[in-house]
């Protein structure tokens, strides 16, 4: 009876070892979670999960709620058990009364969708979400460009007015205000393949009027100075754009960080790159990657020979904007920083 009680024990306890080692709940994971304003999805699945981009492998649709995977402050997060398995699950017919007592009562909350919760904080991304794009050799020879400001003025900043030469539709009216940067070009082919040209966003300006392919312009935001030759790219809305969900790529890949912005020359949390892969690659927004530190070589001094050292994990990153061929990222998690050349792979 001893051993049968041993035996069992020993079971139960190789059996929560188990679960302990493969669940990606953390060990002092709470059982629930009260959404509130200023939470992000990243830091509510951090709370939860070893590895935060698992969220949709473990989530578990309410059938009862619309739209289940936006999640709006005053919900409540909560992990539970469904066939022996946990999962997370959201509520919201639940309220907490003014005392911090949960109450249980019937709710229905009408809500914008930009109400719901980001991945990340907005204010990290929100520059890069209109002020930076992708364009092709092909989209610079086509856009307006800037000619110069008033009293023949090279420069112009907000308030200004100036002018700018091309094609403007009579329905445009807003334009954003790009700088032809570097072009990426993948050369592991045997034909070089252009990926595309970083835009860099240096403002805005309002068309005041037009005169054959003459318009006269007033700066409405200035990043840096606006000069001639700059290029205009009709604006657009990409609030939608914050309102995604972390998750790993589902089939194996392989990018590399070819540039980063803000001209600075290592990559920590929150610094934004730019990635070798895109939608044809089949990136996603809301995938995280693995960042790598591209192994050294070294001498062994011993035999004389050069070695390859080992690449080291350096951090997470995560894609929030897609193009054909390249992709933006941001760092959520770095353990040592990055640099233009390292390697991301599935985390």
Do not use: C
Request: hydrophobic share 45%; charged share 25%.
């Amino acid at each position: 009876m001893k051993k049968m009680i041993f035996a069992i024990l020993a079971l139960s306890a190789a059996s929560v070892f188990s679960w302990a080692e493969s669940s990606p709940f953390k060990s002092n994971s709470p059982s629930e979670y009260v959404v509130v304003e200023g939470d992000t999805l990243w830091g509510i699945s951090d709370t939860f999960l070893d590895a935060p981009w698992m969220w949709p492998e473990i989530w578990h649709a309410n059938p009862e709620i619309d739209n289940p995977h936006l999640i709006f402050p005053g919900d409540v997060v909560r992990m539970v058990y469904i066939d022996g398995q946990p999962r997370l699950t959201v509520d919201r017919t639940v309220r907490l009364a003014p005392s911090g007592d949960a109450k249980l009562e019937p709710t229905i909350r009408v809500l914008p969708i930009e109400a719901a919760i980001p991945a990340i904080s907005l204010d990290k991304i929100a520059s890069y979400l209109s002020r930076s794009t992708i364009v092709m050799p092909e989209d610079v020879e086509a856009a307006p460009y800037i000619v110069g400001g008033s009293e023949k003025r090279l420069v112009m900043g907000i308030g200004d007015t100036g002018y700018a030469r091309g094609d403007f539709p009579s329905d445009i009216h807003n334009f954003s205000v790009f700088r032809e940067g570097e072009s990426f070009i993948d050369e592991s082919g045997e034909d070089e393949d252009l990926l595309g040209v970083h835009a860099v966003g240096v403002g805005a300006v309002a068309i005041d009027k037009v005169q054959g392919d003459i318009a006269r312009l007033r700066v409405t935001r200035s990043d840096k100075e606006l000069r001639a030759g700059d290029i205009l790219l009709p604006s657009k809305e990409r609030s939608v754009d914050s309102i995604f969900y972390p998750s790993a790529p589902d089939f194996p890949i392989e990018a590399e960080m070819i540039a980063v912005e803000g001209g600075v020359s290592q990559i920590g949390t929150l610094d934004v790159a730019i990635v070798n892969k895109g939608r044809r690659d089949g990136v996603q927004v809301g995938n995280v990657f693995e960042g790598f530190v591209r192994g050294e070589q070294i001498a062994d001094h011993v035999t004389g020979e050069s070695i390859q050292l080992m690449d080291e994990s350096a951090g997470l990153v995560m894609v929030f904007r897609t193009f054909e061929k390249l992709s933006f990222v941001i760092v959520v998690e770095s353990t040592r920083p990055m640099a233009v050349g390292d390697i991301l792979r599935n985390p």
